[in-house]
């Protein structure tokens, strides 16, 4: 299992060297973040037909009308969502997918709470994050748009599908000086935002262009 999780040829700690090394130049400068994304093991999350291409800088499908999102942008959205506090308590991950960038924040933060709305997508993620060993995650089957109040407040929310709009319920389950990263805008349109909670309302910050699946309500 273990040479499983090392790789071999495409999916060798050589290649995850390479991504890492992209990412650098591609302006993801924390240390944090890089040595987590070098720590796991990206081809483990996609089916096996894809592994050889798991390092590239390209989202990769993984069913579902889902995918999972390339490197540079997991690394993107994990360092805007760590800013300059470097460590956070509770986090709040809409989407979990595949589970990888779940695995990136448990190596981050203490505690990742995470939402998917697609059960056999949840079901095939617990048991790669099972594998990694990683404990500090706790999962929810259920509407994202809900979010996860018995848990708030969250010192950061990571949102991982596009809504046209921030969804008032992820805002309200900001704790005060959290932090909550999200696309925003239609298919095509897309970009990037940071939303801080202040005691007197909310900042955004908007970045680069993305493209990311809508964000879907209800449950599959």
Known sequence: MMSHLQGIGMTSQRTRERMIKRLSEQGIASNKVLEAMRDTPRHIFVDEA????????????????????QPYI?????QLLLGSAGHL????????????????????????YSVERILPLQKKAKNYLW???????SFLYGDG????PDYAPFDG??????PAEV??????????GGVLVIPIGKSGQQALQRITRTESGYDVEQFEPVTFVPFLSGKE
């Open 167 to 176: 969804p008032q319920t992820l805002l309200q389950q900001l704790a005060v």
């Open 50 to 69: 894809l592994a050889s291409r798991a390092y590239e800088d390209s989202s990769l499908p993984i069913g579902y009308n889902q995918t999972i999102s």
């Open 145 to 148: 748009h809900l979010g996860w």
């Open 89 to 112: 308590a509770k986090v709040l991950e809409i989407g979990t997918g595949c589970g990888y960038q779940t695995a990136i924040l448990a190596h981050l933060v203490d505690h990742v």
């Open 157 to 162: 929310i990571l949102v991982s599908a596009a």
């Open 74 to 78: 997991v690394a993107k959205m994990t």
């Open 131 to 137: 594998e990694l060993k990683l404990k500090n995650i």
